[in-house]
């Protein structure tokens, strides 16, 4: 194990996802690989993918992967550490963290906890919940929305409650977290993006790249990046293009996800051949030509927190379409960078992408804009915050030690 770095506490990160295929497995990574980058000793706990207990240096992470079981009755490809008490306290013997940062509320969440108070070590975290993102996965979700609601959101405050700091990657989000009953003090800080692999290209073929993925090489593209999942609403959008009249627009709904089989069948019945694309998954490799080779993002969901997606296409300077719901408000000024439609509104959906075409002598300066409202999302920016909110914590946690080592109630751990 690494000796301690001066003046950078270790950080524990635990979150049921470390993976690039959602938005808390994106931020995941992206905080412990650019917090080790930056010489701050960091270790995360998950569940092992493939069930069997392993220790890991990736990435300059330790990597300490519990041994787990397949819980295909939760959700297909999801793995549970059942009993981890001890590989738990393993970890905490073996890392001996300063600080321990916790991103979801999930069951293996309250043991890191636990573990953590026992030793006196403050614990932070970053809240990516809210009831909509579970509502497609939970039988009778529609027939009673707010009693479970109310049962999910104390689920969750049953742990961020006691946490001495939260982080929301939006002003939107950390007012849905108050409102809902959080305690402990939010700070808003972005998910960010990285803004040195997302940019806008230069002496790019824009053509040869849609021909790679079988894109219209004369329509204007409005693209989708990301999961094909219910909370995403991308049947609004297939049934909004269905409606123009003109062939002069085309849709791509690219990634994977549950409801990429409905979501093709709904287009083969609504839509002409090639209104509708679905080119699949999209390699990290590809994305930027990828946003770099369309006309405009468009994010038809009404459960986004922040949308790293969103973000990432701003930062390869597209103007942006996105649903009027959340946090997704902050990242669009309509006629600026993009426009806002009314969530699940068909037409408003179609009216949106008409007046965006429509306005084509504009898309320039939104372009500009996009990309000057992704730089204050800088991933950089955001890593050095949380730095700042790490060594703040390791600070508080040692003048509590000092206390109660004067008053003779402890001693050093």
Not at 131 to 143: C, D, E, K, S
Not at 315 to 332: F, I, K, T
Request: with cysteine; hydrophobic share 35%.
């Amino acid at each position: 194990m690494k000796s301690k770095e001066e003046g950078n506490p270790r950080i524990l990160v635990y979150s049921a996802s470390y993976s690039t295929d959602n938005g808390q497995g994106v931020f995941t990574v992206n905080l412990c690989e650019r917090l080790a980058k930056r010489n701050v000793p960091v270790a995360a706990i998950i569940s092992s993918p493939d069930g069997h207990y392993c220790e890991e240096l990736r990435n300059s992470v330790f990597l300490y992967q519990l041994k787990s079981t397949p819980v295909p009755w939760i959700r297909k490809g999801d793995y549970y550490t059942f009993f981890p008490s001890n590989s738990i306290k393993k970890v905490f013997d073996d890392f001996k963290p300063d600080v321990v940062h916790i991103n979801d509320h999930y069951p293996l969440s309250f043991y890191v906890y636990k573990e953590a108070k026992k030793r006196g070590i403050r614990v932070v975290g970053t809240n990516h919940f809210m009831p909509l993102n579970l509502a497609p996965f939970i039988p009778g979700y529609a027939i009673a929305p707010e009693i479970l609601s109310w049962v999910l959101w104390n689920w969750m405050l049953k742990i961020y409650n006691k946490l001495e700091l939260v982080t929301s990657q939006s002003r939107a989000a950390g007012v849905i977290l108050k409102q809902n009953g959080l305690v402990p003090p939010v700070e808003t800080i972005s998910c960010g993006v990285d803004t040195s692999f997302y940019y806008p290209l230069s002496d790019f073929d824009r053509i040869a790249f849609r021909r790679k993925y079988g894109l219209a090489e004369e329509r204007t593209v409005f693209l989708y990046i990301g999961r094909l999942d219910g909370e995403k609403r991308l049947e609004s959008t297939i049934e909004a293009i269905s409606q123009n009249e003109q062939d002069d627009i085309q849709l791509v709904l690219a990634g994977k996800g549950k409801k990429i089989t409905l979501l093709k069948s709904l287009a083969k019945e609504k839509c002409r051949p090639g209104q509708v694309v679905f080119p699949g998954y999209i390699p990290d490799s590809d994305k930027n030509e990828l946003y770099n080779c369309v006309d405009c993002f468009i994010m038809p969901s009404d459960a986004e927190l922040l949308s790293i997606a969103t973000l990432e296409a701003m930062a390869s300077g597209l103007p942006v379409l996105a649903a009027r719901a959340y946090a997704l408000p902050e990242l669009v000024n309509p006629g600026e960078n993009g426009y806002l439609f009314s969530p699940r509104s068909i037409t408003d959906i179609l009216h949106k992408m008409t007046l965006f075409c429509e306005n084509k002598q504009g898309w320039s300066d939104m372009k500009i804009a996009s990309i000057a409202r992704a730089k204050k999302h800088d991933i950089e920016l955001a890593i050095s915050r949380y730095i700042s909110i790490f060594r703040s914590s390791q600070k508080e946690q040692q003048k509590n030690k000092y206390r109660l080592l004067q008053s003779g109630k402890t001693t050093v751990h």
